[in-house]
């Protein structure tokens, strides 16, 4: 049944009650009391003018008080547009402008950096249309704030909201560099996360441990959204530490833990990990990459994990496929694997994955026409990535249509790191690849061709691209040529460029 994220959350306060919502190192929130931090944060957004479908901006790591703004935002129907904390400030600035945010929900400083004197410095001033700032060292006067809305003034604005207005808008870069709003809706985010939930076997019993930013689609929908559905205790991480984990998981019995592959290669690799109690540990997912099997073997066998899956799923359609808890560990290493319920999944002639179903975003945010390239006539959403399936229906992702790679789990798209290096005086043309990089995956690597008669040195591009990109975008390395390579309509080879053989004969690219 299609409801609210507002109905959503009253549901799990009646269910669940006392039982923990969010643990954030010392502090321990009920889910009762979660209901009414979310309603408090309403009423403030209310009394400073937010209304159904303002936006409001979060740039804040892990924590109770990014689940509290989201939760608030959406319980009177205003638009949650999460932003990446590692983002730059002209980055946070272009994200405040083109959405038009009406309220800014920030940390104070966080990895060295005040994100809101970053935004004040590089627009100078706040951009135009916030009218409320909320930051996170005063979160506790956010009840005053609000004191003066009703219970009758706040119900009535929860109850204008339709599981059919949107909740969030997800930024996505695609390879025109110029990135794109993925709006979903209430109904569209709350079934997205159920599926999530649900095939992973998420319970009231479950501590869940969220390592992937809330920034991030996984971290806000198939974590604190599908945790809020079932009823398990949220454990906000900000950062990944093996030994600090292994204490978490040991003290408070963590039962699910998603993470990207290396985040389990490092927790079986670590020399003290007989020290702990792991015991807990019951399910965990790694995302869509093809891992090896004897990763899996080893999860399931030295960490106990009784479900152990891959996925697949991208900000215009979060869960697309997902492994089964009997699945084969072959399967789940060199597989995504299938479509979830309600999702239609295909490969097309030139091999691109296919996707099309009610939990698909139907639009990008006031952008017409990227919406329109990303869909065809029925319905599909083109995704870009390339793939195939086995008659089993287990989706395999082989290729990367549009080029992005992945930093230590954060999608890179080359194009965005292209137009920077552009503005650099001296400079042609660039094209930036990803090159395997032992602990993060991939890095970024850029070929640069110079205008002639001009010099320039790596550390010069580096340090440009330093004061524009976030440093997961940052490429890591530069090699300067005097050409890029190309096919003969003029085409830019970046599998020369990665060093991977030509094609087999015939191949589609």
């Not at 949107?166 to 560099?177: E, K, L, R």
């Not at 239609?344 to 009610?358: K, M, Q």
Request: aromatic share 6%.
């Amino acid at each position: 049944m299609s409801r609210t994220i507002a109905a959503a959350l009253r549901d799990a306060a009646d269910r669940f009650g006392e039982h923990a919502a969010v643990v954030d190192g010392d502090l321990r929130i009920s889910y009762a009391d979660l209901h009414g931090r979310a309603r408090d944060v309403a009423r403030t957004l209310l009394a400073e003018g937010i209304r159904r479908g303002d936006r409001v901006a979060v740039c804040a790591p892990n924590g109770h008080e990014w689940i509290e703004a989201a939760l608030g935002a959406a319980y009177i129907g205003a638009v949650l547009v999460p932003v990446n904390t590692r983002y730059t400030g002209p980055e946070i600035v272009d994200l405040l402008v083109r959405t038009r945010a009406r309220a800014f929900v920030v940390a104070g400083p966080f990895l060295g950096v005040d994100r809101l004197e970053l935004v004040v410095e590089t627009a100078g001033g706040l951009p135009g249309d916030i009218v409320s700032v909320l930051r996170l060292p005063e979160w506790h006067g956010v009840p005053a704030r609000g004191a003066r809305i009703t219970d009758a003034e706040l119900d009535g604005a929860a109850a204008a909201v339709t599981p059919d207005d949107p909740s969030d808008i997800f930024f996505t870069s695609g390879t025109s560099g110029r990135s794109k709003g993925a709006m979903s809706t209430h109904a569209q985010t709350l079934a997205n996360a159920a599926n999530w939930a649900e095939l992973v076997g998420v319970t009231d019993a479950d501590r869940y441990l969220i390592l992937s930013p809330f920034f991030h689609i996984f971290g806000f929908k198939a974590g604190i959204l599908a945790a809020l559905q079932c009823g398990a205790a949220i454990y906000p991480a900000q950062t990944f530490d093996v030994v600090r984990a292994f204490e978490l998981i040991q003290r408070e019995r963590i039962s699910v833990l998603p993470g990207v592959p290396t985040v389990h290669q490092m927790m079986l690799d670590h020399p003290d990990r007989e020290q702990y109690d792991l015991s807990s540990l019951r399910a965990a997912t790694t995302g869509a990459a093809t891992i090896p099997v004897v990763l899996i073997e080893r999860m399931r066998d030295e960490l106990r994990y009784d479900r152990v899956l891959t996925a697949y799923g991208l900000s215009e359609a979060p869960v697309v496929t997902m492994c089964r808890a009997d699945d084969d560990p072959e399967v789940i290493a060199t597989t995504s694997g299938r479509a979830v319920r309600d999702m239609e999944v295909r490969i097309a002639d030139d091999g691109e994955i296919l996707v099309r179903g009610p939990n698909v975003i139907t639009e990008y945010f006031e952008d017409p026409e990227a919406t329109a390239k990303a869909f065809d006539a029925d319905g599909w959403f083109h995704t870009g990535d390339a793939g195939s399936m086995d008659d089993a229906g287990n989706l395999k992702i082989t290729d990367r249509i549009k080029d992005m790679f992945t930093n230590g789990g954060f999608n890179v798209y080359p194009a965005e790191i292209e137009q920077v290096i552009a503005r650099i005086p001296g400079v042609a043309e660039s094209a930036v690849v990803g090159v395997p990089e032992p602990r993060l995956g991939e890095v970024g690597k850029a070929f640069v061709v110079l205008t002639a008669g001009r010099t320039l040195t790596e550390t010069a591009v580096i340090d440009h691209c330093r004061e524009f990109l976030a440093n997961f975008k940052v490429p890591r390395s530069v090699e300067f040529v005097s050409e890029l390579p190309r096919n003969a309509t003029g085409k830019v080879l970046k599998r020369v460029l990665r060093g991977e053989p030509d094609p087999a004969a015939g191949e589609k690219r």
